[in-house]
């Protein structure tokens, strides 16, 4: 342990990527599927409504992409836009439009038509793919004027269809290879802070990023993932990616809702699987989860937003496997700390805390904590901002200089927005994004730690704590309660075990009931709403 709060790992070796079945290392997506097609062309590697389809199969289909975009006039470097939930078309896009190089954009098919427009107006794609369902916005995407072709799953007035964009595209691999800098694909953030920005990723970052999972998680032929978060985010691709290199099953079948999400885990024996702890909260609120026998479930990994640890205890009761919790950014290609399935299962009284913290920077990634005003880096266990660095950061946010001289310290480290402390043994705590800190009467409240607090009393099921404006204290922090089944807990009751456990300026100076707490599609709590509804 260092003077400061830099945890720099004490083994940096230069090859830490992931690599391919025929020992290369991942620099880009084209070859991660060709090779694992090579290494093991008759396994599964998507389960969907249409039944199995093999790594050959879906290294043809990713062929009959790049020829099609070759066709429609894509070249090198041009954009092309998947909008839609996950489905095997994502799959085949996503590494046919690596095949030929260009580059994906993955967009959020739950935005409204203005943000879709705004997304499409800023990455400037030739060709926009529309999902099943998605076919509403076939408008939008023509209306754009770098947009030659949309592609729907049946056609419509401005759109050619699915079938009709591949017939007659060859099944020949075009052989591009981009080199490990070249961007391989684009993201836009969910805008939880502002309008989205497309960030910019790498082969060599998703190499580096597929590293730690793929070591750990142990995934063969044999193995089945199932991934209920969106492909478009860095998380749902990222299980993705991980389960082919490892040559397991994608199981995509679509889903209508909870009920059938844990029929479809059961039937297919699934053995990895991704969630956001709001969707872990729902499922083990079923009782069909808690009596489900969850013996072929080997991992459960999570993250993107906070984990309450009374969900978090009930949960490794309820699946019995090994959890994994990840916490990273988009700009980061995902996880850059990771807490254990050692660190899950340790019953030390001394160490149980660690359950708080997201865990222990991945091998090789280093990260600080600064002070986010001097940007000067603090001693161990205080608190200030995230700041990552290596091979994990983004290239640059697209087309927006602005906004990347202003993320990246010293031009390549990444200032995340999130208040953390690290501890003595290296673990990291998270203290809220910085901009939802509630200065109250000159006290710096943590919504994390007040939530924490409230969500382990038992009629409290989801909580969220904002700052609103008070003319006596600058900001208050008020509660936004859901409660847990049919409990009728009060206002007051929630104040008093509030005032029980926390310093009084922490304690919600208000009490409010909703059905559901305003998230957006990768499970992230929009508390911008919360402020706003409850001001
Ligand atoms: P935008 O940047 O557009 O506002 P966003 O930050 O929500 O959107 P992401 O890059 O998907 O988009 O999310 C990264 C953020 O998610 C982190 O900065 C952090 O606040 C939160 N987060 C990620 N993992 C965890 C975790 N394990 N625990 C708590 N919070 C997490
Ligand atoms: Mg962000």
Redesign the pocket.
Known sequence: VGSTATREPATREPSVNALLPDGRPVQNLEDLLRSRAIASPESTAVISDDGRTSFRELDIEANRVANALLRDGVRTGDRVAYIGANAPSFLSVLYGSSKMGSILTAVNNRLAPGEVDYILSNSEPTVVVLGAGDEGLSDVAAAVGSVRTVVTVDGSANSVSWNDWLSGAGDDDPGVSRLPDDTALIFY??????H?KGIELTGANLGRALATMYHLLDLDTDSVAMCPVPFF?VAGLGLALVTTLGGGALLLKTIAGPLELVALMQEYRVTHAVAVPAVISVLTSLPAVREADWSALQFLVY?????PLPLLQDATKVFGCSFL???????STGGVTMLTPEDHRATDESTAHRLKS?GQPMFGVPIRIVDPVTLEDVPVGTRGEVVIGGAHVMRRYWRNEAATAATMLDGDWLR???GGSFDEDGYLY?HD?LKDMIVSGGENVYPAEVESVLSGHPGIREVAVVGIHSDRWGETPIAVVVRSGDSAVTEAEIIEWSRERLAHFKCPSAVQFIEELPRNA?G?LLKTRLRQDFA
Do not use: F, I, W
Not at 325 to 331: F, I, V
């Open positions: 953030s969910s805008g939880t802070t502002g989205p985010h993250g993107a937003a906070p984990m919790q990840a916490y990273g950014l988009t700009e997201v995340t927005g999130d998270l994004r990768s992230k």
